[in-house]
Nanobody, 113 residues
Framework: VQLQASGGGLVQPGGSLRLSCTAS????????MGWYRQAPGKQREWVAA???????TYADSVKGRFTISRDNAKNTVYLQMSSAIPEDTAVYYC????????WGQGTQVTVSS
């Protein structure tokens, strides 16, 4: 399984940004996909996940502001970020759980005016 993340960038506080993660390879084996993030000087933090049945879970820090979704036809998972705050600044990593956990490359999100 290979994961390609994209969509990072600079967003103003209160703004929105959408991250994408496209999977290729043995995608039929994928159960859960989701996102982690890592801010400078901090440990990696789990953000959100979506399962095959489209059920979703979120970290308390992003609940109500972020939405994770998937487009099965495009093998892509999205993370819609809204009401961004400076604390959302981090490198965001998508992951996929198959028989092992696969990681995409990080995409930088900076929330700043």
């Amino acid at each position: 399984v290979q994961l390609q993340a994209s969509g990072g960038g600079l967003v103003q506080p209160g703004g929105s940004l959408r991250l994408s993660c496209t999977a290729s390879g043995s995608i039929v084996s994928i159960g859960v996909m989701g996102w982690y993030r890592q801010a400078p000087g901090k440990q990696r933090e789990w953000v959100a996940a979506i399962r095959r049945d489209d059920s979703t879970t979120y970290a308390d820090s992003v609940k109500g502001r972020f939405t994770i979704s998937r487009d099965n036809a495009k093998n892509t998972v999205y993370l819609q970020m809204s009401s961004a705050i400076p604390e959302d600044t981090a490198v965001y990593y998508c992951y996929a759980n198959a028989y092992v956990t696969y990681w995409g490359q990080g995409t930088q999100v900076t929330v700043s005016s």
